[in-house]
């Protein structure tokens, strides 16, 4: 068995092209002189250097003309080393055809090489790769995001476990199996593999045991199955295995949303309260009447957190969860529903972003690497309010770069009715979009200092200034003026 490190991934990378869907592409005219014809793409390259070996990355397409083609078989050679994945030659200015010591060169390393007729430029060809990509990482984003809705459905079934462990399975096209720390299968649910396949991932279970600061995912091959271990972060030493036939650019994520949902499912002193009440806040996520999640919730009063943050890894939220002492947790914030939050989170376009619900006796104190909105104390019947004043709070704590920000009960806001309010807020703020929101939002809060604002936003203060005089101009409005950024901080907020 060979192993390696498999560090889960929040986000999907783009996946590559097969060559085979470049040379179908008729348009562009190329031809395959040479190597296999279905070899993944990763990205393209042009380079007119007699050595390109320094400017590769490996998995490209190199493009050339062969304006320095001295040695074919050497730079051949060195195109292999460098691990790119296939040659493109264009015919003309500077060759009438292929040379023939390219071609065999090419067939003698196994290297894919291609012509390209003198009425397609480079560029064509580079805009049909990206293009390809673009499509199959929009596909591969579907596919994640439909996955994620499914763990989350059965995530509220009468027996999670299971039942996530069988949804996981079915989106990987495999076997997924929950091991104890003997190394014994707990559950199991997908086909049955290769008793060797079940013993290496029985070893990477044991690669990645329970000592502290261990990794927390391994990754081999055995019996011409991939297959990936995951610590659970329940606190009990057990491990996710899957072994597929293949592994796709999303399938990591997808098996870090089975780990979190697992961990929860799995951590320790969870009694079948505590499972209803889990099963509870997913199904008010996925769009039941508050009152139905209600019913099923101990009268409160609860305390909502919105969060933003985390390293990236689908292990963030499970320990978010754990240093707050609660199970009760879904990915998403605001008004997303679950699907749509973990949409968000694949396409890059944010951190993460958890909802909590804990006990208002619990103490909720600030934690590395995350903004956190808090409410005020509710009962069960009052939680949709409770979960708009954390996400009011979340969203001052990002303006001010705050760590941890309560909900402010009284004050000039309260004296405005909510719904009147949050209807004022969208007619008034309509013309701006997220990204202008959110600077405008950061320069209200640090007193207009552009310096301050560029360094929150991780932007040069010019593009401040810009977006800022933007803002007025969408706005119609003076921002210099007092009135007009009250009544903007309050909307924004």
Known sequence: MTTSPAPPASTPPAPPVSLAALLARRDLGLRLL???????????????MADPYPYLLGGELLMTAGVQLADPARYVERVVEAGAAALAFGVTPVYDTVPAELV?????????????????????????????????RLHELRRVTEAQRSLATAAARPAPVPAVLGALAARLGGRAVLLAPDGTESAAAGREVPAE????????????????????SAGGEEAGLRLAAYALGGGDGLTLGVATERRDPGDRTIAGVAVVLLSLLTAPHRGADAAVRD?????????????EAAAALDPGPWTVVHARGGDGTPFATADLAASLGTALVASGTGAETLGEAGAARVSGAAPASVRLLLPASSPVTARPGWFLGVSAPAAAGDLPAADRQAARALRRAEATRS?????????????VDPDEAAAHARTFLAPLNEPLRETLRA?????GSWDRTAVALDVHRN???????????????????????????????
Do not use: K, N, Y
Not at 34 to 48: I, K, M, N, R, Y
Not at 202 to 214: H, I, N
Not at 279 to 291: D, E, H, K, M, W
């Open 34 to 48: 040479a190597g296999p014809g279905d070899v993944p793409l990763h990205w393209v390259h042009t380079s007119e």
């Open 104 to 136: 065999e060169a090419c067939a003698r390393r196994g290297l894919p090489l291609l012509e390209v007729p003198p009425r397609t430029p480079f560029t064509a060809v580079a805009r049909a790769v990206w293009r390809l990509m673009a499509e199959a």
């Open 197 to 216: 396949a079940s013993r290496a991932l029985r070893e990477l279970a044991g690669v990645l045991g329970p000592r502290p600061g261990g990794p927390a």
């Open 279 to 291: 099963g509870a806040l997913v199904r008010l996520l996925l769009g039941a009447s508050p009152a």
């Open 403 to 415: 760590a941890l920000v309560r909900h402010r009960p009284g004050g000039l806001a309260s004296l």
């Open 443 to 447: 320069w209200l809060s640090l007193h």
């Open 463 to 493: 593009t401040v200034r810009q977006r800022i005089t933007r803002c007025a101009t969408l706005l119609d409005r003076d921002l210099d003026d007092p009135d007009v950024r009250m009544e903007l901080w309050f909307a924004l907020s």
